[in-house]
């Protein structure tokens, strides 16, 4: 072969190499991103959904884009995550959008707000009521792309050191409650009190607050509430299906190669569903384990649920008032619930309450 | 440069390259597989859960592995599905395992038997409960392996001509029903019959069938039952939570890159995620539709649904005597559903009911 024949034959080679290869070598770029989560890492189940992401995400491109998960605390606290992600500290985040309602009330609702959508519910409104397209208008303006990457279901209404039988016995109640939900009960006479997570046993037993809420058995039964504020209220009415998120830099999604944002949607989906069902199959055997160790479940009273929804829609009045994006999604959120329980009502729930009786009676 | 450094230079170059790429590129290698769906392409619900698995999976390899989707009949029928995974004919198939109850009935328990689980429930038994990997124990005696992929919820309890108010009404009445369903309806005096999707409407219209199930409001709107049997009772208690899979077949699957196996275990996840959410945000309309156009919805009676409870117990004591494989299964999934119903009822169903009856007040 002369040398010109061989440069030709290694050019023509180098072409089609350069057409087979390099596609998925330029689509697949090594990555490294930091994720900062909202929760603990001692909280397998809402930290566990930002881990189970990331996992997803090195496993379907062979490791070449990594996010290593940070637990609240290790990079920036709870609510410095969003600010994190915004401000570009860290590429991502796994947290609950509640938490930021100090930022703008608006937050609160692609995550929750009291008596808003159950978690099928949330997802159907995200996926396919336009849910997740509202949200992200909003967050934009945040500068953050979000998406939807766990849930708790319905949580409990919290502990409480002594029996709450009508609305009058809440007043001056002290209760670790914020956001939204505390805006409602502080309308119901509560006084919220804000406590990160390690600090609400001791001011229990103390006496200092007289009630704490947190998720559901599961988590609860971690942090001993049973022992000393015995009496364990349902339904949490201001978590009905509080759904958690992925957030990520909006220009740093923007930028991800087509198939890392293809990979993020299915690996956060996959992360939403499994922390659905890692709640469901483990919060029976806590909740029989609470009742072993003393919990007394009480249902709050028909007649302080109706004045904690009535205090809710005078506050979701307020806020629309005040706020176009508030009113937007709220607005959205609402129709949609309205139309959920039409339907919910029907088959589900009549189905759900025949199984709840044929199993009481063994 | 001379010839031979420029050969040592491009070897070396060449071997580089054989380090960085191919490692990309054997573990994406181009692949054409065929999904056979046990629904037709008419049912973009129940069709379009399998087309968007395949979907997801094209996206995230870049199109290396193209999975090509074809309705019910145009490989095989839905009946030959599963038949077809297992010969190699399709690679796989996105279908509901309960139509392969002639093959033996334990088939039905990872989609739906009567007074089984909720869609929730389902999906923690699946993923968190030991229940992904009873069912492919199973599965694997007929050369498959499946992944859980779509959910309708609590479907509707089906179209009667006339009344049914107590259990008498059931006797001699023939109606389109199926499978295990079938077999409990019959312990009741119903007389089942086997009838595809397009038979059912003319059949209901000459009266040779009385009564006819499908799925829910948006499905059963378009065969348009309701002209010719305007009953249309709830809650399907056959079908609680029926669960859909992608079906491989059990080599093809082994033999996949480890890739490919976490591509398509989120694809799955995502698909099984999303369908439920598509039949949750499109059920309400499709149901203020049906009663617009006649629909009298009626609520079995609850001696209705005791006598179905009852013989549906007595068919499983029979079937775990006659099959060890059925017997495991359902004693996982039994056990399972009564810690389930026991969280359930507390904060989920409480939280339920309240909007519930928030929502018919206005």
């Known amino acids: 072969m002369k040398r010109r024949q061989f440069l030709t034959a290694a050019g023509v080679g180098a072409a089609a190499s350069a057409v087979a290869m390099p596609a998925v070598a330029q689509s697949m770029p090594e990555m490294r991103w930091r994720l900062s989560s909202g929760f603990p890492k001692s909280l ?3 930290y566990g959904a930002g ?3 990331a996992k997803y995400v090195a496993e379907m491109t062979d490791n070449k884009f990594q996010i290593q998960a940070f637990g609240a605390g290790e990079i920036v606290g709870t609510f410095q995550a969003l600010d994190a992600v915004s401000n570009g ?7 609950a959008s509640y938490y930021y309602v100090g930022k703008d009330p608006t937050f609160a609702i692609p995550c929750a707000i009291p008596f808003g959508l159950n978690a099928r519910q949330m997802n159907a409104w995200m996926y ?6 509202l949200a992200n208008e909003f967050y934009a303006k945040h500068g953050l792309f979000a998406l939807p990457a766990g849930n708790t279901g319905t949580q409990m209404g919290g502990w409480f050191r002594k029996e709450i039988k009508t609305v009058d016995d809440l ?6 409650i914020a956001g939204i939900a505390g805006q409602v009960m502080a309308k119901l006479g509560v006084v919220p009190q804000q ?13 200092t607050i007289d ?6 058995p599961y988590d609860d039964e971690k942090l001993g509430f049973v022992k000393v504020a015995p009496y364990y209220y349902y339904p949490g009415w201001w978590e009905g299906g509080p759904m958690f998120h992925v957030y990520f830099n909006q220009q740093k999604w923007n930028d991800l190669p087509k198939l890392y944002k293809d990979i993020c949607m299915s690996a956060a989906a996959h992360a939403n569903v499994d922390a659905q069902a890692k709640y469901d199959a483990r919060n029976p055997a806590a909740l029989r384990r609470l009742v072993s160790a003393g919990a007394q479940l009480r249902p709050f009273s028909p007649e302080l649920m109706e004045a904690a929804y009535k205090a809710a829609n005078e506050l979701y009045d307020e806020l629309s008032a005040k706020s176009a994006d508030w009113k937007k999604l709220y607005e959205s959120m609402r129709a949609f619930r309205n139309e959920e329980y039409l339907w919910f009502q029907v088959a589900e729930y009549t189905y759900d309450n025949f199984m709840i009786r044929a199993r009481a009676r063994g």
């Not at 396919?128 to 397209?133: A, P, S």
């Not at 009630?211 to 559901?216: D, K, L, P, T």
């Open 51 to 53: 881990e189970t992401f």
């Open 171 to 176: 007043k001056g109640v002290k209760m670790r």
């Open 128 to 133: 396919h009521g336009g849910g997740m397209d």
């Open 44 to 46: 397998d189940t809402l």
């Open 195 to 207: 406590l990160a997570g390690g600090d609400i046993y001791p001011a229990l037993e103390r006496g």
């Open 89 to 95: 500290t860290v590429e991502c985040a796994h947290t």
């Open 211 to 216: 009630s704490a809420e947190w998720v559901g």
